[in-house]
């Protein structure tokens, strides 16, 4: 499974590449936000189009998402066309972020702007991550439109579900808590690693090429469990990758081998 940064953060995506195991970048307008609104707190100027460029060049050899923000097919497509064409020549990594529904009401008649905005701008050959899935359908819909990714949100179907079923937060660190699995769900997904597992599954079964994304990953047990469903991508807060390698006990044993490790050993490794 490969591993994404969700950040636009340029320290943070710095950081992780130089961890060595960085695969690509996702961002969004939210992410953007918290990235702007840091560096205005420190007082610095923000060129938008610099700092987008700095994170492609960052990035440079890894697939990085930026979102469009119009939520109608015209204004999608144009906004693809654009981002693609200011900025995937600086590094030949920009993917598009495209949103399965842009309805901002239940009775829009938009819902379908979306697919048809992935399909026209995949077409041309700019590769599209779709974004918002919360459905195993609405992943099909998107593969068969042509997106070279889809993004289930794991983090946020849980906290759904968890609001639907009256769940409090503090139940569980974890969700679905140990016993709830048989009572909670909603439109037969049952939490957030379920969602992506059903998505797999589907694109699989049918041989579509999209990859599927997991996204709003909150903790390394989801990142483990995404792993284990078949996500063939996470991405993942920065502060989720920092947790990924460390456990108590692995410190304790790198306490007890310095511990235990005589001279003789030692000068024989030092050469």
Same mark, same amino acid.
């Given at each position: ?28 307008? +939210? ?5 702007? *609104?840091?560096?205005? =707190? $420190?007082?610095? @100027? &923000?060129?938008? #189009? ?100 889809? +993004? ?5 179907? *849980?906290?759904?579900? =968890? $609001?639907?079923? @009256? &769940?409090?937060? #503090? ?101």
């Amino acid at each position: 499974m490969k591993i994404f940064i969700d950040s636009a953060d340029i320290e943070e995506i710095e950081k992780a590449k130089a961890y060595g195991l960085l695969d690509g970048v996702t961002t969004n307008p +939210s992410l953007i936000k918290k990235a702007v *609104d840091k560096l205005k =707190k $420190k007082g610095e @100027n &923000i060129d938008m #189009e610099a700092y987008i460029t700095k994170i492609l060049t960052v990035a440079k050899g890894l697939p990085v998402s930026l979102e469009v923000i119009g939520t109608s097919y015209d204004d999608m497509v144009k906004e693809g066309k654009r981002i693609f064409e200011k900025f995937n020549h600086v590094a030949n990594n920009v993917y598009v972020k495209i949103p399965i529904d842009p309805a901002l009401a239940i009775d829009s008649g938009s819902h379908f702007a979306g697919l048809n905005a992935i399909k026209e701008l995949s077409s041309q050959g700019i590769p599209i991550n779709c974004t918002l899935i919360f459905t195993p359908e609405q992943a099909l819909l998107a593969a068969k439109a042509g997106a070279a990714f889809v +993004s289930p949100f794991a983090g946020r179907i *849980d906290d759904y579900i =968890k $609001k639907k079923n @009256n &769940i409090s937060s #503090e139940k569980t660190d974890y969700f679905p808590a140990d016993g709830l699995e048989d009572d909670i769900e909603d439109n037969g997904i049952v939490s957030g690693i379920d969602l992506i597992e059903q998505c797999v599954i589907i694109l699989r079964k049918y041989g579509l090429k999209t990859k599927v994304l997991a996204a709003s990953i909150r903790n390394p047990r989801q990142v483990r469990e995404s792993a284990l469903v078949g996500a063939d991508i996470a991405t993942l807060p920065f502060g989720v990758i920092e947790k990924l390698l460390i456990h108590e006990k692995t410190i304790e044993g790198m306490n007890k081998f310095a511990e235990d490790t005589v001279d003789e050993y030692a000068g024989l490794l030092k050469g």
